[in-house]
């Protein structure tokens, strides 16, 4: 089993050096790409995770790491069979039309991949008509929807009443969050889901997915 507390250590640092050297070593070693993944990496995310959600780490931490666990990756994807395989879940990301904030989508992003899920992010700026697409493509178990500004805010209502008439199948749940969003707001329009940080977020589709 590997030592969570040591790519915790590795993803925590300025150079991709040592996480580079910690993967190697362990495919060295002789260990599954998805040990290395989940043990390893995803583990020492988790930590880092819980931290954030603590404040005892801020967002250019959450940053650093996310782009030492997108080296990790890199490396291991060749042992990766599909690149997929033992995947948590699959989740459309998204901030909805008429919005093009991204910094809280995108640190969803980086934890939602950190914690496991495949995540198709489809950018700034979305429509419902992509969300729909996206979804029907990629068969997500999971839509989430960013919104920073109130204006904007009822664009999820309308995305989530157009998922629930649509024919896909099975249909997926979906999350929303954002500054200004909240879980009453959340309930009235209809989501499955709310986050009102990217920690609580994953910790959201984990249930929703039935992993946690």
């Not at 880092?48 to 994807?77: S, T, Y």
């Not at 992003?109 to 419902?128: A, H, K």
């Not at 009453?184 to 992993?211: P, Q, R, T, W």
Request: with cysteine; glycine share 10%.
């Amino acid at each position: 089993m590997l030592d969570a507390q040591e790519f915790y250590k590795a993803l925590r640092e300025v150079d991709t050096a040592p996480i580079e050297e910690r993967v190697k070593k362990a495919v060295s070693q002789g260990l599954s790409a998805q040990t290395i993944l989940n043990e390893g990496m995803i583990g020492g995310m988790s930590i880092i995770g819980q931290e954030f959600k603590c404040r005892d780490l801020w967002v250019p931490d959450v940053l650093l790491a996310a782009r030492n666990m997108h080296r990790g990756i890199e490396i291991l994807k060749p042992f990766l069979a599909q690149g997929t395989q033992g995947a948590k879940g699959k989740i459309v990301l998204g901030t909805v039309k008429g919005d093009i904030h991204d910094i809280g989508k995108n640190l969803v992003s980086i934890m939602m991949s950190g914690s496991g899920f495949e995540v198709i992010d489809l950018g700034i700026d979305v429509p419902m008509e992509k969300f729909l697409a996206a979804a029907e493509e990629h068969k997500p178990q999971i839509i989430g929807l960013s919104a920073l500004l109130t204006t904007t805010m009822m664009e999820m209502s309308k995305i989530i009443e157009a998922v629930k008439a649509s024919s896909l199948s099975p249909k997926p749940r979906v999350m929303i969050g954002g500054a200004p969003v909240t879980e009453a707001f959340a309930k009235e329009i209809g989501a499955d889901g709310y986050g009102a940080d990217a920690v609580s977020d994953v910790e959201g589709a984990l249930k929703l997915v039935g992993k946690k």
